[in-house]
């Protein structure tokens, strides 16, 4: 298992830096990637995240996000916590 940390705001210079660091990653892993510490203000970074996960699936790495917090406190966010 991999393990990989995110910090600090994520927008379009960081989610660069991540695809770089997320091309590092050996095919067939487990990555654990500890986004506690990273804030999202830009909403159009998502399609960007997807992307990036996208291509990680597609070379069969087993992602396991934590940390991921949406601000919102209602029960129906607890999907984004597993």
Do not use: C, K, N, Y
Request: no cysteine; hydrophobic share 40%.
């Amino acid at each position: 298992m991999q393990l990989m940390g995110v910090r600090g705001r994520l927008d379009g210079s960081s989610i660069a830096s991540l695809a770089i660091a997320f091309a590092g990653v050996p095919d067939g892993i487990s990555l654990h990637l500890d986004v506690t510490d990273a804030t999202i203000d830009d909403p159009g970074v998502f399609p960007h995240l997807e992307r990036l996960v996208d291509h990680l699936e597609q070379r069969s790495v087993r992602l396991r996000v934590v940390g991921f917090d949406t601000g919102h406190s209602s029960v129906g966010d607890d999907r984004l916590h597993s």
